[in-house]
């Protein structure tokens, strides 16, 4: 499965709202994670099985989609959440950069 | 909560073999509900899997990746292990080990990483 993600980079303001986007090369129901790596930090899962938060994660980050078509969107975008955003299942997406 | 350590060498020598292993506390890599696994990431690049392994001792391996790379584990002392032979410069990155989800295959604990460097 070969994952590829958009936008490279998206440039925001606190408050804003991001939306990344995750497209699959075939169909792979809701096995799709989302991770986010700040800098020099290892990666930390957000969101499994298209959806649900992993442990401790802000409900402002909200995951969805199923198939082919996923989306990541983050509300209230906080300076912290300035990270590299990647969507996973065995392979990585290339990855979003989102810029505060 | 899980917590992960990765040790091993952060220079080797090309041609050589590396070897990193991963200290699990806090959970136990004889867990019926988790793989143990590895990720690599080159400098300033993304995230690549290089395979991971459950409880009796069978492993996945990315099979984009050469056959150089080994996992295995130790039940015993908690830990589990990366094999890397012949290596070459391409081969400088920092390593991740991670605990899998095995019902929703998510990385769901990772280890700080560690840095090797492939140099003479």
């Known amino acids: 499965v070969v994952l590829t993600q958009s936008p490279a980079t998206l440039s925001v303001s606190p408050g804003d709202s991001a939306t990344l986007s995750c497209r699959a090369s075939q169909n792979i129901g809701t096995t799709l994670a989302w991770y986010q790596q700040r800098p020099g930090q290892s990666p930390r899962l957000l969101i499994y099985a298209a959806s649900t938060r992993g442990a401790g994660i802000p409900g402002r980050f909200s995951g969805s989609g199923s198939g082919t078509e996923f989306t990541l969107t983050i509300s209230g975008l906080q300076s912290e959440d300035s990270a590299l955003y990647y969507c996973g299942l065995l392979t990585f997406g290339g990855g979003t950069k989102v810029e505060i | ?120």
Not at chain 2, 98 to 119: E, H, K, M, N, P
């Open chain 2, 1 to 120: 909560q899980v917590l992960l350590q990765e040790s091993g060498p952060g220079l080797v020598k090309p041609s050589q073999t590396l070897s990193l292993t991963c200290s699990v506390s806090g959970d136990s890599v004889n867990s019926a509900d988790y793989y143990w696994g590895w990720i690599r990431q080159h400098p300033g690049k993304g995230l690549e899997l290089i395979g991971y392994i459950d409880n009796s001792g069978s492993a996945y391996y990315n099979p984009s990746l050469q056959s150089r790379f080994t996992v295995s584990i130790d039940t015993s002392d908690n830990r589990f292990s990366l094999r890397l032979t012949s290596v070459t410069a391409a081969d400088t990155a920092v390593f991740y080990c991670v605990r899998v989800s095995r019902s929703d295959i998510a990385f769901d604990s990772w280890g700080q990483g560690t840095l090797v460097t492939v140099s003479s």
